[in-house]
């Protein structure tokens, strides 16, 4: 696999934003690399000071978990592409009431419409399986009428995020299969979002398969520096685990018909401490560079050749508030802005 210098990812980052720019007719959302904003700290920067560091570094996606008005006020007149949380515990309320979506839509969507680019608006955080899932469906449905009836032009993109949790097998990646649990959610939401040409966004973390089973999984195949084909699946030949995951998730909603859908992933990365040998800064970077590189390319995944799609890498920072061990180290930034390692061009 050829590896590109940190310049060569910048030059491929920049290419992107002129297509984007210029170029919007090809998608009616933009395709690129993002960061997760969370905000499990006690010493992080101003939500001001985070944006201008999202846009020093020429990071163009932002995904936050919830509607925090301070941060969509930083992001007003940015060029930042915004993937907007729902907070789990209010699915329920807006699926069972089209004018808590309606006031939903109102406050967090209608003043922030004109001059910040919201492009996802999600539903849902992790909540397949389990109680919460029974209301992402109608949820989703009772969101995309309230951004009808307040008259909305913009195209934005309502769906849900799932984890690997949702899956019942996912090895060999053909062999991916939703549990029954799951897979009766996953198969109404699916045509909610195909007839509207959303993805669904999925959490794809090769560190956790591989350090969960480092004796069969081997460390280039994880962190994409393998040299040639590792797993062969039938006619598909995998060079890295990312690849094998995100197929799983694509055969997985294939046996539900739901095969026409759009993936995006919402969250992945790798951590720069906690559990050594398998956590390094050397690791979290060669993850991390080699993934925006692979889904810069745009030459997809052997199940879905050349089909791009979003990545949102997790996190900006390190927090303190999270767990200790991996949970506070998967950030790329320290909280007091400097890089945890070199990554992006600033």
């Known amino acids: 696999m050829m590896e590109f210098s940190l310049c060569a990812t910048a030059n491929i980052i920049m290419a992107m934003t002129f297509l984007i720019q210029y170029l919007p007719s090809l998608s009616s959302t933009p395709i690129g690399i993002g960061v997760n904003l969370g905000l499990n700290g006690d010493n992080l920067p101003s939500p001001g000071d985070t944006i201008n560091l999202y846009n020093r570094c020429q990071i163009n996606f932002i995904r936050i978990f919830e509607p925090r008005h301070e941060i969509l006020d930083a992001l007003r007149n940015k060029p930042t592409f915004v993937s907007l949380g729902v907070r789990d515990q209010d699915l329920q309320t807006l699926a069972s009431d089209q004018s808590a979506a309606n006031q939903w839509v109102k406050d967090n969507v209608v003043p922030y419409i004109p001059d910040v680019n919201i492009g996802y608006i999600t539903l849902g955080n992790e909540v397949i399986p389990g109680p919460q899932a029974q209301y992402v469906a109608q949820a989703i449905n009772n969101i995309n009428a309230a951004l009808t009836n307040a008259r909305i032009s913009k195209d934005i993109k309502v769906t849900t995020v799932i984890s690997s949790n949702t899956l019942f097998a996912s090895y060999p990646p053909s062999a991916g299969t939703f549990n029954e649990e799951s897979a009766s959610a996953l198969k109404n939401i699916s045509t909610i979002l195909s007839g509207r040409g959303s993805p669904i966004m999925v959490n794809v973390y090769p560190y956790f398969a591989y350090v969960a089973d480092p004796e069969h ?16 699946d039938g006619d598909y030949s995998y060079q ?7 197929d799983s998730f694509f055969a997985a909603f294939e046996k539900i018909g739901a095969s026409g859908i759009n993936l995006a992933v919402a969250e992945t990365g790798w951590p720069s401490a906690g559990n050594e040998p398998y956590t390094s800064i050397k690791n979290a970077r060669t993850y991390n560079k080699n993934m925006m590189d692979h889904v810069l390319s745009g030459k997809g995944t052997p199940r879905r050749p050349n089909r791009t799609f979003n990545a949102f890498l997790f996190e900006m920072f390190n927090e303190d508030q999270k767990p200790a061990g991996v949970e506070q180290n998967f950030g790329l930034f320290n909280p007091n802005m400097q890089p945890v390692y070199p990554l992006w061009p600033c």
């Open 240 to 246: 890295n685990l990312f690849d094998a995951i995100v």
């Open 217 to 232: 999984i081997r460390s280039d195949y994880a962190l994409f520096t393998s040299q040639g084909t590792v797993v062969t």
